[in-house]
């Protein structure tokens, strides 16, 4: 079973900036479908930024200009650099992956099969 796995998170103040890798042993990131959610209790979990296979990117509105997804398939490490952060930005962040080529959409949470244990990213004002 795949197991992702991230780190990077933290505390930070208004205006600073975090940096949250995910990697996975074992697997070809080359082709992966790849996103970043983000959760805080009692709201739903809600992405954040997407990767295809081909590189294209995809950005929730809040976070555009502030965040960059990259991945390295040399080393198989997912990125999200964040930056400009606020304290809206506080919460829980997954890493997601899958192999699949599939007609949802990047947001969709079902689309994605491999999930992250988490890591949690606090912004204070």
């Known amino acids: 079973q795949l197991q992702l796995v991230e780190s990077g998170g933290g505390s930070v103040q208004t205006g600073g900036s975090l940096r949250l890798s995910c990697g996975a042993s074992g697997y070809n990131f080359v082709s992966a479908y790849m996103a970043w959610f983000r959760q805080n209790p009692g709201k739903e979990r809600e992405g954040v930024a997407s990767?295809?296979?081909?590189?294209?990117?995809h950005y929730a509105d809040p976070v555009k200009g502030r965040f960059t997804i990259s991945k390295d398939n040399t080393n198989n490490t997912l990125t999200l650099q964040m930056n400009s952060l606020t304290p809206e930005d506080t919460a829980m962040y997954y890493c997601?992956?899958?192999?699949?080529?599939?007609?949802?959409?990047?947001?969709?949470?079902?689309?994605?099969?491999?999930w992250g244990q988490g890591t949690q990213v606090t912004v204070s004002s």
């Open positions: 997601a992956a899958d192999w699949r080529s599939l007609s949802a959409g990047w947001r969709a949470i079902d689309r994605y099969r491999h």
């Open positions: 990767i295809e296979r081909d590189g294209s990117t």
